[in-house]
Structure formats: structure tokens, C-alpha cells
């Protein structure tokens, strides 16, 4: 094998572990996202969940104001029907009494169910509220691994690109210069066999004298398709 294809399979080895790793990396910002927005998500349900109980104790002690209120107003009509020689007067005020206790029974039905309804309320609400907490606990461990894992790829990141540039430099720079551009357009890779006359790149057939070429190992041979650099496979 040329030993440039040799230096290039190193050098292209690095460029790939590189590129997966600059994705990886580019990637944990939106890993990062999701486990916040995971949280956020299981936070509101156990918000909302304590916002209906809120809102039902709010209700209740509205309706216990309401009740009092009858109550005193009860008092008063009482007071005021022993107050008057009226006969008419003192129906009148019997009427309102009738009236002001069908009101508080319907407050107080109303009271009843809303108590029931807190009762049922209070289980979603526990296990809203737990498993915000188990949530919290697992995205708190797996941010932690997120930040631990990109620190770990900073250093990778640094110590195979400085390997990369000593490969590169021990390159002729064309060499260089057209693995690169290769590598840069096609994505995936810049070098690539020649198996049974197949490109490894491409895989078109490719002809008989860039196999021929390929054996005579003077020159790097690039594929007539793909303009990919060929080597034998072995
Ligand atoms: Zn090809």
C-alpha cells in the first residue's frame, strides 16, 4: 500500500471520530432542552393539579361567607319579628327566614360537594406532586451526565484534533489539500477500496485501467466516478 494511503486512512480515521463527535456535541444543547422541558412539564401537571384544590378551598370558604351572611341576616329578621306588632310584617319576615334557610341547605349541598371533590382531587394531586419529584431527580442525574460527557468530549475533541494536525502535517500538502476538499464534499469519506473492481464510495464498477493503476501503486488513483482516492482492499 502507498504510505500516503496509509497516513490518509489515519488521518481520515481522526476526521470521522471528529465528526461524530462535533455532532454528539452539537446535540447536547437540545438534550439538555428536552430534560428541562420534561421537568417544566411535570412541574405544571402537579402546578395545575394544586391550582384545583386552590381553587376549590377558594370556592368553599366563599360559600362559608355566604352561609354566615344568611345567618346574620336570620338573626336579624328574628330580631326585627320580635320587634313588630304587624301580623303582616311578621309573615313577611317569616317568608325571608324560610327563604334565607332554603338558601343555606342549597350552600351547604353545594359545600358538601365541593369537599367531595377536594377529596378526590387530593390523590391526582400526590401523585402529580411525586412524580415531579422522581422527574427532578432523574433529569438533575442526567443533566449532570450531559455536562460530565461534555466536558469528557472537550478534551477528546482537543487531543484528536491535535493528533489530526500531526498526521496532516506529515502530508504533502496537494495531498492534503485534495483529501480534504474530498473529504469536505462528500460527508462521509475521502478514501475509500476498490473491491472487486467495485468503489467503495460509490459503488459503481469502475474500469479496467484504474484497477490497473491502483496495482502499479505509483500514484494515488482517485475513482473516475466519484473522484473518491481508491485503495486495494485486501
Ligand atoms: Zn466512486
Known sequence: MLQEIEKLL????????????HHEQTALPTEKKKLADKLAAARATADAARQRLRDNEVER?????????????IARFRQQQQGTRKNEEY??????????????????????????????????LQSAEAEAKRVE??????????????????????TLEADRAAQAAALPEEVHDLY???????GDAAVV???????????????????????????????????????RAL
Open 10 to 21: 489515519v488521518l481520515q480515521d481522526r476526521d470521522q471520530q471528529l465528526k461524530k463527535l
Open 61 to 73: 370558604r366563599k360559600l362559608e361567607l355566604e352561609v354566615e351572611a344568611k345567618q346574620g341576616a
Open 91 to 124: 309573615q313577611a319576615l317569616s317568608h325571608e327566614i324560610t327563604h334565607a334557610e332554603s338558601q343555606i341547605r342549597a350552600l351547604e349541598d353545594r359545600e358538601l360537594e365541593l369537599m367531595e371533590a377536594a377529596e378526590q382531587l387530593q390523590a391526582p
Open 137 to 158: 431527580s432523574v433529569t438533575r442525574e442526567q443533566t449532570a451526565k450531559l455536562e460530565a460527557g461534555a466536558t469528557g468530549l472537550s478534551d477528546r475533541i482537543a
Open 180 to 186: 480534504q476538499r474530498l473529504f469536505k464534499q462528500k
Open 193 to 231: 477500496p476498490l473491491e472487486a473492481e467495485i468503489c467503495g464510495g460509490c459503488h459503481m464498477r469502475t474500469p479496467a485501467q484504474t484497477v490497473i493503476l491502483l496495482r502499479a501503486e505509483r500514484q494515488l488513483v482517485q475513482c473516475p466516478n466519484c473522484a473518491r482516492i481508491l485503495y
